[in-house]
C-alpha cells in the first residue's frame, strides 16, 4: 500500500488553504486478518491542481484477497465555498506508474 497513491485532479479560482480529512479507512479482507483499520496510514497532501492520497505504512495486498474502504473529504480551511471549482477526475499510480 505505500506504493499507491490516488490523485484527485479539480481546478479552482480560491487561493485558500485547504484541509484534509480521512474519517475512516479500511482494508476489507476475505483472507485472515479479515479487517485492517488503515485510518491513521492516510495522508492528504495539495499540489496546484490535484489531491494526492497516499499511505504511510505498507501493507502488501495481494490482487483478489480485499478492497481498500475509505471516507475522506476535503474543504478551504475557512469552510467556505470553493469558487469556480471543476471536477477533472481521478489516476491511481502505484510505484510511480498510472494504473488507473
Known sequence: MSKLTVRYYYSKTSTKAQSFWCDNAGLQLN???????????????????????????????????GSLNMGIRFAQSDWSAYSGFVDNGVKVFYNGVQVG
Do not use: M
Open 31 to 65: 483472507v485472515s486478518p479479515w479487517y485492517v483499520n488503515y485510518t491513521t496510514n492516510v495522508v492528504g497532501t495539495f499540489y496546484d491542481d490535484y489531491l494526492e492520497i497516499s499511505f504511510k505504512e505498507g501493507y502488501s495486498l495481494a490482487p483478489g484477497t
